[in-house]
T-cell receptor, first 111, second 111 residues
Framework: DAKTTQPPSMDCAEGRAANLPCNHS???????VYWYRQIHSQGPQYIIH???NNETNEMASLIITEDRKSSTLILPHATLRDTAVYYC????????????FGKGTSLLVTP | NAGVTQTPKFQVLKTGQSMTLQCAQD?????MYWYRQDPGMGLRLIYY???????DKGEVPNGYNVSRLNKREFSLRLESAAPSQTSVYFC??????????FGNGTRLTVT
């Protein structure tokens, strides 16, 4: 699996957009970008994933650059409940692969 | 649907004791994973099972053994617990082409 690089921490004001970057310069053609978040010490929760097109769901938007070497997770109107650690990982969609997480980005949303 | 169920939720062991962490999923997923998370750290993969009957080492397998008992269950065993194994352990599962589903974790303290 391609390795990813994320900033260790970020701040965002409540109500503003939170833009979380992720670099994955060694991503291969069939690897997807997945984002998860972990609130407090709960089990991580899936947010969104994509291959090369931008994706949007009820939780967030995912913007993947044309060369696929980086992506940005966008929380359009951050709330205090979005304070969490956000993980970006890349992997094939097949089931049989090791899925390695890094340390993620700790996002603090402030009032 | 219970999703991914981990037992126990909390455990305290003395150095040298053994125990087995249980994980079961009721979603008919092929792949299952064990991660550990230390304070301020990300998730580190211990072992994974791509499908029933197969297991593979992850990043930090030393001191652990696993058993994929059937498609539903994937257990993690500590044969001789050490203080360095104090951690929160997460089990996860996923089917082909879909995101990971995590359990709520087992908080293990080794004294």
């Amino acid at each position: 699996d391609a390795k990813t690089t994320q900033p260790p921490s970020m701040d965002c004001a409540e109500g503003r957009a939170a833009n979380l970057p992720c670099n994955h310069s060694t991503i291969s053609g069939n690897e997807y970008v997945y984002w998860y978040r972990q609130i407090h010490s709960q089990g991580p929760q899936y947010i969104i994933h994509g291959l090369k097109n931008n994706e949007t769901n009820e939780m967030a938007s995912l913007i993947i650059t044309e060369d696929r070497k980086s992506s940005t997770l966008i929380l359009p109107h951050a709330t205090l409940r979005d304070t969490a650690v956000y993980y970006c990982i890349v992997h094939f969609t097949n089931s049989g692969y090791a899925l390695n997480f890094g340390k993620g980005t700790s996002l603090l949303v402030t009032p | 649907n219970a999703g991914v169920t981990q037992t126990p939720k909390f455990q305290v062991l003395k150095t040298g004791q053994s125990m087995t962490l249980q994980c079961a999923q009721d979603m008919n997923h092929n792949s299952m994973y064990w991660y550990r998370q230390d304070p301020g750290m990300g998730l580190r993969l211990i072992y994974y099972s791509a499908s029933e009957g197969t297991t593979d080492k992850g990043e930090v397998p030393n001191g652990y053994n696993v058993s994929r008992l059937n498609k539903r269950e994937f257990s993690l065993r500590l044969e001789s617990a050490a203080p360095s194994q104090t951690s929160v352990y997460f089990c996860a599962s996923r089917p082909w082409g879909s995101p990971l589903h995590f359990g709520n974790g087992t908080r293990l303290t080794v004294t």
